[in-house]
């Protein structure tokens, strides 16, 4: 008869054999797992920093879009609303302009209201009712109230206008404020007494998306 001690080590040194099996291979694959989250993450980091740069490119180019049509108002005498829309039919031909849905005007009324007097292209949802006042609108305010003080430019949250259609479009817009001609705005408070409009330009997300990288990009 086999002794206890001899039946014992018969099985014990399988079950070892096999326990060590499990735990390296556990480890191998904890550390399989391990690498490839690292590479996403660095894959995800990566896509990350080329997506800012590209926004924060485009963004750039939709502000010296505005300084070129805040000029258009400054340097000149009174802009008709055909001055207007031949001068942003020429600015939106480019591929940095992409996206834009509009480009629009905002004069400072006497009464404090501000009203979009010209908007180029003139189809499309509007942020709020035609004629409104822009002011009124808290989102809207602030950051034309911000543009103003700053003496650049300034994005609005995201704003979801209602569509003919009935649905919602999730978009901003960007504000750049007009000065009185001719006035040195050396202060803050040189910047406010001297506002006399605002121009914007407006886009939807989805369209500033698909001008970055295409219709449906993967991420």
């Known amino acids: 008869m086999e002794a206890p001690s001899r039946r014992w080590t018969t099985w014990l040194w399988p079950a070892l054999v096999a326990a060590l099996t499990?735990?390296?291979?556990?480890?191998?694959?904890q550390h399989e797992q391990a690498l490839q989250?690292?590479?996403?993450?660095?894959?995800?980091?990566?896509?990350?920093?080329?997506?800012a740069t590209r926004v924060e490119q485009r963004m750039a180019s939709y502000e010296q879009m505005l300084r070129g049509v805040r000029g258009l108002f400054e340097s000149s005498g009174p802009v008709t609303a055909h001055d207007f829309e031949c001068y942003v039919d020429l600015l939106?031909?480019?591929?940095?302009?992409?996206?834009?849905?509009?480009?629009?005007?905002?004069p400072l009324q006497a009464d404090g209201t501000a009203r979009v007097l010209y908007r180029s292209p003139?189809?499309?949802p509007q942020i709020t009712p035609p004629g409104a006042d822009l002011l009124a609108h808290p989102a809207l305010r602030a950051?034309?109230?911000?543009?103003?003080?700053?003496?650049?430019?300034?994005?609005?949250p995201l704003l979801r206008p209602a569509t003919p259609d009935g649905g919602t479009e999730a978009g901003l817009l960007l504000f750049m404020p007009v000065y009185a001609q001719g006035m040195a705005l050396r202060t803050l408070a040189d910047r406010r007494a001297k506002i006399s409009g605002w121009v914007f330009a407006a886009f939807r997300v989805g369209d500033l998306v698909s001008s970055l990288y295409g219709e449906g990009t993967p991420g």
């Open 22 to 29: 499990l735990l390296v291979t556990a480890l191998l694959v």
């Open 37 to 51: 989250q690292r590479e996403l993450r660095r894959s995800f980091d990566f896509g990350l920093r080329q997506a």
């Open 92 to 106: 939106q031909t480019g591929a940095d302009f992409a996206g834009l849905r509009t480009i629009g005007h905002v």
């Open 122 to 124: 003139a189809t499309g």
């Open 143 to 156: 950051a034309m109230l911000q543009a103003r003080d700053a003496g650049g430019a300034a994005i609005t």
